[in-house]
């Protein structure tokens, strides 16, 4: 596709089940970034993927998320046991090189609601 | 401190009038900077980027930078309801981190 994609849109679960987010990036985009965004807030880095480099994890809020990509193009992020102060916005961005001038592109982000 | 710190706003303008966001960064070595535009509900859309001080202007959209001032603004000339969002201002760091400010919110009054 042309532009990065996000599913589910929606997803609302209930405390303590695990959910799964994933994110198509742009072909040939190399960088990858996970963010979220809770009601009237800003971005909140999560995580940030380039190349076959090591994860950038420094944003993860606690050890019960986590992501991967695989092939170095869809990612998963992965929440356990989620809980209420989960539910947000998650969006992904993907980025050509992930260097010092690159533009991100974001995807339509997948609503989380934990009940 | 904040990496990148914003005015929550709001920030009402009349159409026609000019709109003026700010933003400040906290690292010096910070080389990339961008304005991203985020409507209601929506994803954030990149509107301009700048790297070298001084202006860069593209339709009605300037991006002013000051490096030695550690401060990047927006100014949207004309404004129209149209440019009623949320702005945030992002700025790459040193470490080729991407750090995003709280956003500002805009209004702008037919």
């Known amino acids: 596709g042309a532009g990065v994609s996000q599913s589910p849109s929606n997803k609302v679960t209930e405390k303590g089940k695990d959910v799964e987010l994933r994110c198509d990036p742009i072909?040939?985009?190399?960088?990858l970034y996970w963010y979220r965004q809770s009601l009237g807030q800003g971005l909140e880095f999560l995580i940030y993927?380039?190349?076959?480099?090591?994860?950038?994890k420094s944003g993860l809020p606690s050890d019960r998320f986590s992501a991967e990509r695989t092939g170095g193009s869809v990612s998963t992020l992965t929440i356990q046991r989620t809980q209420q102060e989960d539910s947000a916005v998650y969006l992904c961005?993907?980025?050509?090189?992930?260097?010092?001038?690159?533009?991100?592109?974001f995807g339509p982000g997948t609503r989380l609601t934990v009940l | 401190q904040k990496e990148v710190e914003q005015n929550s706003g709001p920030l009402s303008v009349p159409e026609g009038a000019i709109a003026s966001l700010n933003c400040t960064y906290s690292?010096?070595?910070?080389?990339?900077f961008f304005w991203y535009r985020q409507y209601s509900g929506k994803s954030p859309e990149l509107i301009m980027s700048?790297?070298?001080?001084g202006d860069k202007e593209d339709g009605r959209f300037t991006a002013q930078l000051n490096k030695a001032s550690q401060y990047v603004s927006l100014l949207i000339r004309d404004s129209q309801p149209s440019d009623s969002a949320t702005y945030l201002c992002?700025?790459?760091?040193?470490?080729?981190?991407?750090?995003f400010g709280t956003g500002t919110s805009l209004t702008v009054i037919p």
């Open positions: 992002a700025v790459i760091s040193r470490g080729n981190q991407f750090y």
């Open positions: 072909s040939g985009h190399t960088a």
């Open positions: 993927f380039q190349g076959n480099s090591a994860p950038d």
């Open positions: 961005a993907s980025s050509f090189q992930g260097t010092k001038g690159d533009t991100q592109y």
């Open positions: 700048i790297y070298s001080n």
């Open positions: 690292d010096r070595g910070s080389q990339s």
